[in-house]
């Protein structure tokens, strides 16, 4: 602790001039009464409220300066006035869209008194030349608050003014710059009431039509004033609902086809895209109408194309295969049977190549309304394609109802046909198959249909067959053989063999005919007899063709000169257009001489009189090709075939040449052909010799070769190219030998 300080006497500063008294210590007071303890009570009372006032004053400050805060951050204007017009508050946004009379905003002031102000300035461009008048207007509506208005301000901006009235009698205003909006309605009006396309305008509320554009006019025929009247619904044709219902979050979306009524009364098809918007401050939809009336025409005539024949109006057979599966369908719930006819036009190809194609669909056009009129309004018929039709006949309980039916459609087909004054004479072939015995599936009616048509007209031509078990077996291996050659195409595996044709006049081997064998790993050599006509049907004879042609060629280039190949030609090969190139190609490629290869013909091919058949075999002669006609004899009429064109070998058909030592009538019709061949200058060759009678009595008449198992069946290349390397040694030996002799 600190040691004690001497207890000195305070001494009072010295003033000049100035007296000091002393200070006395109140003296105790005496106790209160009643009367200012309650004096007491009133001067804390006042000090307390005064003191709540002050600190309810800082808080209303500290509000006031939050209020002010919180407003400043809107993106819009706002201002408070009083009663009277005067500002009280307002926020930043306010003062910057005002900001040329932002220096007159005060506590205070009179808005009309900044409105004076602000005219003066030339702020607002809509005042000009009318400024008391402006002013009254606005301050009428300040003090008279309804709808929203727009401002103009001298900047070009719009400014959207809502004013409401307080429960004091003073005024809440806001401010919103619309002029983008504006500048984007501008746009929007350009691009509607400028569009090509037609565009309406509806109210959410009641569909009212608000808008239209110029194209919308045109398209209806409804004037302006009119479409205002109407409501979306006048112009619906059959819908009820609205194009925008649906999705609420789709914004924008095209709905389904839709059919409007036009003015006029017309129905057209359109697509309608919506969108939402805002449209003279309502709430409406923006409709772009699409018009694919022409659109909706053309996908049906397609829709009708890709199910009738084009020729004949009739359902084609994807519509006929649709049709069918209904009736068995039906049938399957029932015990009642449905038959299938494929009829077939017998030689209708014949009426195209006399009377001309016109003609020929004109008697198509005319066969199919004469089979619908023959039909029950249950049968169904249908065109498959050029001349077969296919009728569908349900309901059937009586295999005398099917029958009978053929007849009546062979029976209609049968009367004369008048087309273009043309009396037209047709018969047709009928096949037949009858669910569900022969098919219970449509595909599988119509193949056996097909294979029964095929027998008709092979069995009964002019009639009509059914189908039976084995033609289904017989189709089954004919799809085999189908596939399994294609695939022996595509390896090359058929090769040719040749059968020699022997000179009558000096025994030798003067050429060789190319015949195609196709070895088969499992069936061994298959028959050209099984796989030819095959070949034919399905287009494969013209790549099987090709190949013989080239193999032949260089087999033949090998072999000593001057022997020939003879190669078949099928009328297919020629229909294909490239024969001419194929040949020169396949000459060129084994370099053999042209005047050492023979193209085989057979009549058939000439039975077309075809133009282009005719400068094909012109061209190949020229070319240096001998031509030959295989199976003479055989034909309509050989004779005419040879003053159409000069063949270069004329060869015999096996069929007179079998027997022909024992019959007469063979013996005269051969001898004839030689006759002729011999007159003509032309190669006469005999097929199918077989015994040594027969080569006798051909070398005796003066046939100039013959060819038959007799002397060779057909041997592969190598054992051709033996025999041909024996016959040259043999021949040089009889040539050394006579020169021998002559020496």
């Not at 400024?131 to 309804?146: S, V, Y």
């Not at 069929?655 to 006759?675: P, T």
Request: aromatic share 6%.
């Amino acid at each position: 602790m600190p040691p004690d300080r001497p207890n000195k006497k305070r001494q009072l500063p010295s003033h000049p001039g100035r007296t000091f008294k002393p200070i006395r210590k109140p003296a105790p007071q005496a106790k209160w009464k009643g009367k200012d303890r309650r004096i007491a009570a009133d001067i804390t009372e006042v000090v307390r409220k005064r003191a709540a006032a002050e600190a309810a004053m800082a808080e209303a400050r500290k509000s006031h300066e939050r209020l002010r805060e919180a407003i400043d951050l809107l993106p819009q204007g706002i201002v408070f006035l009083d009663a009277e017009g005067r500002y009280i508050l307002w926020n930043k946004k306010y003062a910057e869209i005002y900001s040329r009379s932002a220096d007159l905003f005060k506590p205070g002031v009179r808005m009309a008194d900044t409105l004076r102000a602000g005219v003066a300035r030339g702020d607002y461009p809509e005042a000009v030349g009318r400024e008391e008048e402006w002013i009254a207007e606005r301050m009428a509506k300040l003090h008279q608050p309804g709808e929203c208005h727009e401002q103009l301000i001298s900047d070009g901006r719009c400014i959207q003014i809502e004013e409401r009235k307080t429960a004091d009698g003073g005024i809440i205003g806001l401010r919103i710059d619309i002029t983008e909006l504006k500048r984007r309605e501008s746009s929007f009006r350009l691009l509607f009431d400028s569009n090509p396309v037609p565009m309406i305008v509806c109210a959410i509320d009641g569909e009212r039509i608000i808008g239209v554009n110029d194209a919308a006019v045109e398209h209806y025929g409804y004037s302006p004033a009119e479409f205002r009247s109407l409501t979306l619904r006048d112009l619906q044709a059959f819908e009820a609902d609205r194009p925008w219902d649906g999705d609420p979050r789709a914004d924008e979306r095209a709905a389904r086809t839709w059919k409007h009524v036009r003015a006029d009364g017309t129905l057209i098809d359109l697509a309608v895209y919506s969108r939402h918007l805002t449209y003279d401050g309502e709430a409406a939809v923006l409709l772009a109408l699409m018009d694919i009336t022409e659109r909706k025409r053309a996908e049906m005539r397609l829709a009708f194309m890709a199910q009738h024949d084009g020729l004949t109006g009739l359902p084609n057979r994807n519509s006929l295969r649709k049709r069918l599966d209904d009736m068995l369908t039906h049938t399957r719930r029932s015990d009642g049977k449905v038959a299938v006819h494929f009829l077939g036009i017998d030689n209708f190809k014949a009426v195209n190549d006399s009377l001309g194609h016109v003609i020929g669909d004109k008697l198509l056009r005319s066969i199919s309304r004469r089979l619908r009129s023959t039909l029950r309004d249950d049968d169904v018929i249908g065109r498959l394609n050029s001349d077969e039709f296919a009728v569908l006949q349900s309901g059937v309980e009586r295999t005398e109802d099917i029958v009978l039916l053929a007849k009546r459609l062979l029976h209609a087909i049968g009367e004369p046909f008048l087309v273009d004054g043309h009396s037209v004479v047709v018969s047709a072939s009928i096949g037949i198959a009858v669910a569900p015995g022969d098919g219970d599936e449509s595909d599988k009616l119509f193949m056996s249909a097909d294979m029964a048509l095929t027998k008709a007209k092979v069995e009964a031509r002019g009639g009509y067959s059914f189908f039976e078990t084995g033609m289904d077996a017989r189709a089954q291996t004919r799809r085999k053989i189908e596939f399994e050659l294609r695939q022996a195409l595509q390896h090359e595996v058929l090769r040719p063999h040749y059968q020699p044709l022997i000179g009558l006049s000096t025994g030798t081997i003067s050429g060789c005919e190319a015949l195609v064998r196709w070895p088969h790993p499992e069936r061994g050599m298959v028959s050209p007899a099984d796989f030819i006509p095959v070949a034919e049907e399905t287009g494969l004879i013209n790549p099987l063709g090709l190949q013989v042609l080239r193999r032949a060629c260089l087999d033949a280039a090998a072999w000593p000169d001057p022997v020939r190949v003879a190669v078949n030609l099928s009328p297919l090969q020629f229909r294909v257009g490239n024969l001419l190139t194929t040949v020169m190609d396949a000459l060129k490629h084994s370099g053999l001489p042209p005047k050492r290869l023979e193209l085989e013909i057979t009549e058939t091919l000439l039975l077309e009189k075809s133009s282009q058949v005719i400068a094909t075999l012109h061209a190949l002669r020229a070319l240096g090709v001998r031509i030959s006609m295989d199976d003479f004899g055989t034909g309509y009429s050989s004779l005419s075939y040879l003053r159409s064109f000069p063949f270069d070998k004329i060869k015999i058909d096996q069929s007179f040449v079998r027997g022909l030592c024992a019959n007469h009538e063979l013996q005269a019709i051969v001898r004839s052909i030689i006759s002729l061949g011999r007159g003509l200058g032309v190669t006469i060759t005999a097929e199918g010799v077989e015994t040594e009678a027969e080569l006798n009595w051909l070398r005796s008449e003066g046939c100039h070769e013959a060819q038959g198992f007799l002397f060779s069946p057909g041997r592969p290349n190598d054992e051709i190219a033996a025999m041909l390397a024996a016959q040259c040694e043999s021949t040089d030996a009889a040539a050394l030998r006579m020169t021998s002799r002559v020496a």
